[in-house]
C-alpha cells in the first residue's frame, strides 16, 4: 500500500504552471457544485432554518472572492518558491461525479438533522464509551459523525464544497509555515506527526514534501484513519490528542489542523500541553485552524453563522480564545503566522 501510495505522489506533484491549471479547474467545479447544494437545499427557508444572530455588518462579496482567490496565489507562489510541490491529484472525472451525487443523495439527511438542531445522532454509532463525550457529535450535521467509513470517504469532498474548491490552500497555509522552517535542515530522520489527521489530505502533503522525513498520522477516528492510510501511505496510529502516546521530546515537528475549533475550552490546553510535550527543545508546531473575527473582521457575520449551519457546538469559545497566550502557557513561542481566506496559520516552537 505505501509503495502504491509513494509512487502515486510522484506522479502527481507538479510545479505552479500545473498548480494553477488544475486550481483553477477544481475552483470552478466545486464553486458551481456549492451552488447547486445550497439550491437543492435553501438552508435559509422554511420552517426551521438556523437563527442566525450578528451584530456584524453583512459580508461583502468582494471581500469574499479576494480572500478567496488569496488562498490560490498564495499557495502557488509557495510551489513557485519551491516550499513544496503542487501534489494534489488530478480529478478523475468518474470519481469526482459519483462523489458529487453522493454528495447530493447526503445533503438533504444533513439539512434535515440541521433544521431539527439534532447534532448527537453519531453517538449511537460510537462502538465505545472511551471516545470522549464531546467527540461523539454530528460536527457539520454530517452523517455517521467520525464513526463510519462513508463520512471518512466523504469528508474531504465536503470540505471542498463548503470552500468553494479552497480548502487544500487554506490548510497549506501551516504546511508553508512548517517548509519555511525546515527549508536549511537535513530532513533525513525528522519526525513530524500530523495529530488529528482526519481523513489524510494534510498527511499527504507532508509526505510529498518531506520525503525524507518521517511522516506520521493519529486520530481518534478507526475509520478516518483508514481513509488517511489509503490516501497517503502513511504509518497511521489511533489514539486521543490528550494522551499522545510518544515519549517526551521524541518529535522534530507536529501538525494539527482543524483540530482546536472542535475542542471545548477546557480540552485545549490539555492538547496544547501534549504537543509541547513531545517536541523536542526547538521542534515547531505547524498550526491552522478557523480565522477568528479578530483576523477578519470583514468576515465576522460569516463566523458569527458558522456554528448555527454547521453544528459547531465549540467555535463561540474558540472564537475568543487567546491562541498564542494558550500555546505560551504550554511552553510553545509564536514564531510565526499566516492566513488565507477563512484559514489561520501559526509556527510556535518550543523553547
Not at 64 to 70: G, I, S, V
Not at 71 to 87: C, N, S
Not at 326 to 340: K, N, P, Q, V, Y
Request: glycine share 6%; proline share 5%; charged share 25%.
Amino acid at each position: 500500500m505505501a509503495a502504491r501510495a509513494s509512487k502515486a505522489r510522484r506522479a502527481f506533484t507538479g510545479d505552479a504552471t500545473t498548480a494553477r491549471a488544475m486550481q483553477a479547474g477544481k475552483a470552478a467545479w466545486w464553486a458551481a457544485s456549492g451552488l447547486a447544494a445550497r439550491r437543492l437545499v435553501r438552508i435559509d427557508r422554511g420552517e426551521g432554518r438556523p437563527d442566525v444572530r450578528s451584530e456584524a455588518p453583512p459580508v461583502s462579496m468582494a471581500e469574499l472572492r479576494r480572500a478567496w482567490l488569496e488562498a490560490f496565489a498564495k499557495d502557488t507562489a509557495d510551489v513557485e518558491a519551491g516550499l513544496y510541490p503542487y501534489a494534489e491529484a488530478p480529478a478523475n472525472p468518474q470519481r469526482m461525479f459519483a462523489r458529487l451525487t453522493d454528495l447530493f443523495e447526503d445533503a438533504r439527511a444533513v439539512d434535515a438533522r440541521r433544521r431539527r438542531r439534532a447534532g448527537t445522532e453519531a453517538r449511537a454509532e460510537a462502538s465505545s464509551t472511551a471516545y470522549p463525550a464531546y467527540y461523539r457529535q454530528n460536527f457539520h450535521y454530517q452523517s455517521g459523525g467520525w464513526f463510519t467509513e462513508a463520512s471518512a470517504q466523504r469528508y474531504e469532498a465536503q470540505v471542498e464544497l463548503l470552500f468553494s474548491g479552497a480548502a487544500g490552500p487554506m490548510r497549506r497555509r501551516a504546511l508553508s509555515l512548517l517548509a519555511r522552517a525546515w527549508r536549511d535542515r537535513d530532513q533525513r530522520g525528522l519526525r513530524v506527526l500530523d495529530v488529528a489527521c482526519g481523513s489524510g489530505a494534510f498527511l499527504a502533503d507532508l509526505r510529498a514534501s518531506f520525503p525524507r522525513a518521517l511522516s506520521l498520522g493519529l486520530d481518534l477516528s478507526r475509520p478516518y484513519l483508514k481513509e488517511a492510510r489509503r490516501r497517503s501511505g502513511a504509518a497511521v496510529v489511533q489514539a486521543n490528542a490528550e494522551r499522545l502516546p510518544f515519549a517526551d521530546a521524541s518529535l522534530d515537528a507536529a501538525t494539527c489542523v482543524y483540530l482546536f475549533h472542535e475542542l471545548p475550552p477546557r480540552v485545549r490546553p490539555v492538547v496544547a500541553r501534549e504537543l509541547a510535550r513531545v517536541l523536542k527543545p526547538g521542534g515547531v508546531l505547524a498550526f491552522a485552524d478557523s480565522a477568528q473575527a479578530a483576523d477578519a473582521p470583514g468576515l465576522k457575520r460569516l463566523l458569527d453563522a458558522f456554528p448555527a449551519l454547521f453544528h459547531e457546538p465549540f467555535f463561540a469559545s474558540y472564537q475568543e480564545e487567546d491562541l498564542p497566550a494558550l500555546f505560551a502557557e504550554a511552553g510553545l513561542r509564536l514564531e510565526g503566522h499566516d492566513s488565507a481566506f477563512l484559514t489561520k496559520a501559526l509556527l510556535l516552537r518550543k523553547a
